[in-house]
């Protein structure tokens, strides 16, 4: 944690200008971690206070998703469910959706259900495939659509 040289107050941030949120001095943070004021402004202008920016938790999250392992398969699909309108055929869908290989907890994805339409969005194609197989026989509406986690060569997205 970073110490404001002049209150003494602990200051989050990683490295650059940050601002201390005691005396709201500007601070310039070194890649050592050490914060010294920064230069006071020029006459006639107002300071900047600038909020630390932390990229962390963003890093963190994306190096923790589904995208950034490719473990879930090269493909994701979000299956639309809906016409889901009587307690028989929530109970059905429950038990379709039921599987301790998919590993999903069903009756939070239940909760999820609005006016008899569930959405089970970015599933691997595996699993859309095996729910779909499962509820196709039931007198509901299913749709899907796949999208892809790599761009097809020669793609400039």
Request: net charge negative; aromatic share 4%; with cysteine.
């Amino acid at each position: 944690m970073t110490v404001c040289p002049q209150c003494g107050s602990s200051v989050e941030g990683l490295f650059g200008l940050s601002s201390c949120p005691s005396c709201h001095a500007l601070l310039s943070i070194g890649l050592n971690g050490e914060a010294v004021l920064a230069d006071s402004p020029t006459e006639g202008s107002s300071p900047v206070l600038i909020r630390p920016i932390s990229l962390t938790d963003e890093v963190e999250d994306y190096g923790n998703s589904v995208e950034s392992s490719g473990k879930e398969g090269l493909f994701m699909v979000q299956v639309t469910i809906s016409g889901v309108d009587t307690p028989e055929l929530r109970q059905s869908l429950e038990q379709a959706l039921t599987d301790k290989k998919i590993g999903w907890d069903t009756s939070e994805i239940m909760r999820s259900m609005r006016q008899g339409k569930l959405v089970l969005p970015e599933i691997n194609a595996a699993k859309a495939s095996v729910v779909i197989n499962r509820l196709k026989s039931l007198p509901i509406e299913l749709k899907w659509a796949q999208r892809s986690l790599i761009a097809p060569v020669g793609s400039t997205t």
